[in-house]
């Protein structure tokens, strides 16, 4: 049986709702991923595209800065412009 998960942007502007199992399931317990989750670690799900669902307009505004990451990548976060 298929887990169903959903869910959406914290203004209700976007919703979303996949259908699928995660293709990848990861843990990254670099330092930028401590503080953004405020945890050692922040855990990532990856779905497959033609199992996922999205309804309302996405509104991307400006990437929110982000220090580097331990691995020396610079790194910045889209962020819903009705959210932020």
Do not use: N, W
Not at 31 to 41: E, V
């Amino acid at each position: 049986m298929t887990k169903s998960y959903a869910g959406g942007c914290a203004c209700g502007a976007v919703r979303y709702e996949i259908t699928g199992e995660p293709a990848v399931m990861l843990d990254c317990q670099c330092r930028q991923c401590q503080r953004y989750s405020g945890t050692g670690h922040q855990s990532h799900l990856t779905f497959v595209a033609a199992e996922v669902k999205v309804e309302g307009e996405v509104s991307i505004g400006r990437p929110q800065a982000m220090a580097a990451p331990s691995s020396g990548a610079p790194s910045a976060r889209p962020a819903d412009r009705r959210c932020t």
